[in-house]
C-alpha cells in the first residue's frame, strides 16, 4: 500500500481542483487529480459561464471579491484569448425596474474605478436612437439602457485547458477515479481511490479537497475524523433557448422577485440564468436536475423584456442544466437565514494551524480558480517540500487541448 507518492493529491477535476493542480504543479510540485467522473463533470460545465468581477456583488459590499475577481478576469482576457472574451453587457431600466439608474451608474462608476479604468471597465448610457438595434429588446416605459464590459467563456473548456496547462507541467489526471477514503498521519496522508472495480492506494505530503458541492461527503471519509465547515447549496438551472442576441448579453431583473437574471449568446442560441433554490442537505449533488418551475420562472423573465417570446406556439426550449453553489454559513447565521444574499467569498479550511496535510475549498467563483489556487499553496507552503518553481500561474497561456466549433 501507498507505493506512489505525491507531494499533492488533489480531489475533484472541476476548475479550483485543475486551478491547484496547475499552482502545485508550476511551483514545482508532483501532483495528481483524482476525478470520480470527467473533467469538469460537476458545477464547472453548469455555471453562468461569465468571467466578471461581479456587478451585483458590489450591492452585497463585497468589495474585495469584486476587486480580485477584476483582477483575475484582466489576466484570462491576457492569458486565454481564445477562451475568455470581453463582451458588451446591458443593463435596461424600466419605470418598475427596482435598481434605478443613478444606482447603476453608481455601481457601474465603482466597477470602473476597481478595474483600473481600464477599456474593458468603461460603461455608458445608450442613446435612445441606439435602443431599437437591441435585439428586439421591449420599448415600450423602457427609461434607460446601460452598456459596460464583461467577459465570457465556455467553462467546461476553461478547465480542460488549465488542467492541460497543469498536465504540460507534469501534474497527472485520473478520470473516473472515485476517492474513497484518507488517512492523515503526521507526516501527510494515505489515499485510496476505486478505479475500474480496483482500489488504488497512494501517499501524499497534502490533499486538498476541491470536490464543490460533494466536499463534506468527500471530508466525512477522512480519518481522524474532521468538523465541516456548514453549507447551503443552491441550485441554479439555466435554459438554452432557441434565438439569437447578435449584441451581446443581457442582464435583467426576474418580474417575479427581482433578481438578477441574464440572457447571452450561446453556441448559436441563448442561454438565460440563473434561478436560486435551496437544494437538500442530505440530497445527493449528482442528482441536482433542472424544474419545471425553474424553467417557466426564466422563460418568463425574458419574455418580459423581449416580446418575441411572448404568446409562443412552440417551446422554445433546447436544453437546459442545473449546478449547485456552496454557500459556507457564518458562525453567527442560523439555518433559516436565506442563503441567497449570503456572500460569495472562498473558505478554505485546514485540517489544522500548522503544517496542513488537509485544505478543503469552500464557494468560490469560476472567474476567480487561479487566485484561490495560489492561496491553497501559499496555506500549503509550511506542508510541502522545498522545490524550484518551474513556471508563474499569471503567466502560463491556457489553450482548449479540444477545442469545439460554435454552432
Ligand atoms: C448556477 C451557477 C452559476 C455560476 N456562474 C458563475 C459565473 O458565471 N462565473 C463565475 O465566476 N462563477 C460562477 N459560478 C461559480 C463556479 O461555477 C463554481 O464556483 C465552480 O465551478 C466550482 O468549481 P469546483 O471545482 O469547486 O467544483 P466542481 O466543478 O463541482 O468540481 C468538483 C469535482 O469533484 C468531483 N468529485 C466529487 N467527489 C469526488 C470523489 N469522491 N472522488 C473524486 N472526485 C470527486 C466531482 O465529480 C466534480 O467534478 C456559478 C455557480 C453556479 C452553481
Redesign the pocket.
Known amino acids: 500500500m501507498g507505493n506512489r507518492y505525491y507531494d499533492v493529491v488533489v480531489?475533484?477535476?472541476?476548475?479550483?481542483?485543475?486551478?491547484v493542480a496547475q499552482a502545485a504543479a508550476a511551483a514545482g510540485h508532483s501532483v495528481l487529480v483524482?476525478?470520480?467522473?470527467?473533467?469538469?463533470?460537476?458545477?464547472?460545465?453548469?455555471?453562468?459561464?461569465?468571467?466578471?468581477g461581479?456587478l451585483r456583488y458590489l450591492e452585497g459590499m463585497q468589495f474585495s471579491l469584486v476587486r480580485e475577481?477584476l483582477r483575475e478576469r484582466a489576466l484570462l482576457l491576457k492569458n486565454a484569448p481564445s477562451l475568455v472574451k470581453l463582451q458588451p453587457f446591458y443593463i435596461p431600466i424600466y419605470k418598475d425596474t427596482r435598481r434605478r439608474p443613478w444606482l447603476i451608474r453608481t455601481g457601474l462608476t465603482l466597477y470602473a474605478v476597481m478595474g483600473g479604468f481600464h477599456r474593458a471597465s468603461l460603461f455608458r448610457s445608450l442613446g435612445r436612437e441606439k435602443w431599437h438595434t437591441l435585439d428586439g429588446l421591449d420599448t415600450i416605459g423602457l427609461e434607460a439602457v446601460f452598456r459596460y464590459y464583461d467577459a465570457q467563456t465556455d467553462?467546461a473548456a476553461l478547465?480542460r485547458a488549465v488542467m492541460h496547462s497543469a498536465e504540460s507541467l507534469g501534474a497527472l489526471l485520473e478520470t473516473g477515479?472515485?476517492?474513497?477514503d484518507g488517512q492523515l498521519h503526521n507526516d501527510g496522508a494515505v489515499i485510496q481511490?476505486q478505479k475500474n472495480g480496483q482500489t488504488i492506494a497512494c501517499e501524499a505530503r497534502a490533499v486538498v479537497n476541491?470536490?464543490?458541492?460533494?466536499?463534506n461527503?468527500?471530508l466525512a471519509?477522512i480519518s481522524p475524523q474532521q468538523t465541516p465547515q456548514t453549507v447551503d447549496l443552491?441550485?441554479?438551472?439555466?435554459i438554452v433557448i432557441e434565438g439569437r442576441l447578435t449584441k451581446g448579453i443581457y442582464y435583467m431583473e426576474a418580474p417575479s422577485d427581482r433578481r438578477a437574471v441574464f440572457a447571452m449568446p450561446w453556441q448559436g442560441k441563448i442561454l438565460v440564468?440563473?434561478t436560486e433554490r435551496r437544494f437538500g442537505p442530505d440530497a445527493d449533488?449528482g442528482t441536482v436536475a433542472p424544474t419545471e418551475e425553474e424553467a417557466r420562472y426564466l422563460l418568463q423573465t425574458i419574455a418580459s423584456y423581449f416580446p418575441a417570446y411572448r404568446n409562443l406556439q412552440r417551446n422554445p426550449i433546447f436544453s437546459a442544466f442545473?449546478?449547485?453553489?456552496?454557500l459556507p454559513r457564518a458562525a453567527d447565521s442560523n439555518e433559516n437565514e436565506s442563503p441567497f444574499s449570503r456572500p460569495r467569498e472562498t473558505v478554505l479550511l485546514p485540517d489544522r494551524e500548522q503544517a496542513p496535510r488537509l485544505l478543503t475549498?469552500y464557494?468560490?467563483?469560476?472567474?476567480?480558480?487561479r487566485a484561490t489556487a495560489e492561496k491553497c499553496l501559499k496555506q500549503l507552503r509550511s506542508t510541502l517540500p522545498d522545490r524550484d518553481a518551474t513556471a508563474d500561474t499569471r503567466c502560463l497561456t491556457l489553450k482548449d487541448p479540444q477545442p469545439q466549433q460554435d454552432g
Open positions: 480531489i475533484g477535476a472541476g476548475i479550483h481542483g485543475v486551478g483524482l476525478e470520480q467522473e470527467g473533467l469538469a463533470s460537476g458545477t464547472s460545465s453548469r455555471s453562468s459561464k461569465l468571467i466578471h461581479g475577481c467553462d478547465t477515479a472515485q476517492f474513497t481511490y476541491a470536490a464543490g458541492p460533494w466536499v461527503q468527500v471519509k443552491v441550485q441554479g438551472t439555466h440564468g440563473t449533488p442545473a449546478g449547485l453553489r456552496v475549498i464557494g468560490g467563483k469560476l472567474t476567480a480558480y
